[in-house]
């Protein structure tokens, strides 16, 4: 089976050092002209991210990228007091792996470089722009005009994926949720926080943790009109810190400390919000990661959803010969719960938005609120991704 996997970030580079792994075969066409210039701030491996890589050998990949490890979260309201926590003293015993925070540039070299040492093929400067059926398989045509033909072809390219949008001309377009998220990291003269440290302040909504006089940083920047397509790429660094700062002005002094201290790279990408989508896949074709099912930043399950997702697609890729009964078996799998997730974050998300607005109301439902979120993030961390072969049952008749 000749696969191309179209986009080769955090989903794409694990599902095609999978496949290799198992035997199989694909090729990554990668829009960027190289991975070093794939960028980002950072980002959360939740334990069933970890477990999911840990489960194609790449355990050790967090490390590699050098992720540190957090022990749950701290809510404080404006004026600093703590009103809230998530405790995660006992992930390690409960899921077998704890959160993990690591650079997502560093994330992805790993990932792209482990896929490559596999042997997998990337093809740098391909954005994808056609996508046929010639009847006797698919035949991709990128931008610079270059033509790939094969048999299953899998969209691992991102919220704004060209393989949804040349499948499916008529599914819903991502939203934008106006908010922009930024971050960064900083030096700073503060101890290591055992705990990610979340502030609703009065404006917009903060969170840090440190590691080694390094704090990494995120804010979500509330912004009415939705930045062009390639705005942020090239931000006036200078103007967003003066902005950021402003905005902050009034919260604990931890979080203007962070701040103060922030001169490097801000990072900057702006929310969206993606409705479900009817189908993920057709008999040639399918979706993953945030193609599939954009989940909102608040869950902190991104890249560990689109990992899941690349393990579990490769053990159907590999156990079942016939492709429409792999990707439509995948499929079955993983959209209930992936899709459980983005609501999750979506409802997370809108409470940061309304917390600058009613922190008296905020204050006294977060409790209830975190018990929920509570249940939730068991049934998240807990998943183990079932390793017995995958197969569609087929009736008798047609078995024999
Ligand atoms: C540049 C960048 C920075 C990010 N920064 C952060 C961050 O700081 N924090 C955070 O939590 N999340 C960040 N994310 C999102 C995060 O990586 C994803 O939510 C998550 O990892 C899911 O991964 P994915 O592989 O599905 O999508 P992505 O990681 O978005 O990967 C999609 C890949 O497809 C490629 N692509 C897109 N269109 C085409 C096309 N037409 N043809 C070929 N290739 C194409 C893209 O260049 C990209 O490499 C970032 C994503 C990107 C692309």
Request: with cysteine; hydrophobic share 40%.
């Amino acid at each position: 089976m000749k696969i191309l996997v179209v986009g080769g970030g955090i989903a794409g580079s694990t599902l095609a050092y999978a496949l290799h792994r198992a035997g199989a075969q694909a090729v990554v066409a990668e829009a960027r002209p190289d991975i070093g210039t794939t960028g980002g701030a950072f980002l959360t491996l939740a334990p069933n991210g970890v477990n999911a890589l840990r489960s194609i050998r790449l355990g050790d990949v967090p490390a590699a990228a050098g992720g540190f490890e957090l022990s749950g979260l701290d809510f404080h309201n404006a004026r600093g007091r703590r009103i809230a926590e998530i405790p995660g003293e006992n992930d390690q015993v409960t899921y077998g792996a704890r959160s993990v925070v690591m650079r997502r540039a560093n994330l992805h070299t790993e990932l792209a470089t482990r896929a490559r040492a596999a042997g997998v093929r990337y093809v740098h400067g391909a954005r994808l722009v056609e996508l046929g059926d010639h009847g006797a398989g698919l035949r991709a045509t990128f931008a610079d005009g270059q033509e790939f033909d094969a048999d299953v072809v899998i969209g691992a390219d991102g919220i704004w994926s060209a393989v949804r949008r040349l499948t499916w001309p008529d599914a819903p377009s991502p939203a934008y949720t106006g908010i922009v998220d930024c971050g960064g990291w900083a030096s700073v003269d503060l101890p290591d926080t055992a705990r990610q440290q979340m502030y609703f302040g009065r404006r917009a909504f903060f969170g840090y943790a440190v590691k080694d006089s390094t704090a990494y940083w995120f804010t979500n920047v509330p912004r009415a009109d939705e930045p062009g397509r390639t705005e942020l790429d090239d931000l006036d660094q200078r103007a967003w810190m003066d902005t950021i700062r402003r905005l902050h002005s009034d919260d604990p002094e931890v979080v203007r400390a962070v701040l103060r201290a922030a001169d490097g790279a801000v990072g900057a990408w702006p929310v969206y919000d993606m409705p479900a989508l009817t189908a993920w896949n057709t008999d040639r074709v399918c979706l993953i990661g945030d193609a599939a099912h954009a989940v909102s930043p608040s869950s902190g399950q991104g890249a560990s959803l689109a990992i899941e997702d690349a393990v579990v697609l490769a053990r159907w890729l590999t156990d079942e010969a016939d492709p429409t009964a792999a990707l439509t078996g995948f499929v079955g799998e993983r959209k209930a719960r992936a899709e459980k997730i983005v609501r999750f974050g979506r409802q997370i998300g809108d409470r940061k938005v309304a917390s600058a607005a009613g922190s008296l109301f905020r204050d006294l439902t977060l409790g209830f609120f975190l018990r929920m979120g509570g249940k939730a993030t068991t049934e998240q961390y807990s998943y183990r991704i079932d390793e017995r072969p995958r197969r569609v049952t087929r009736p008798e008749a047609e078995r024999v």
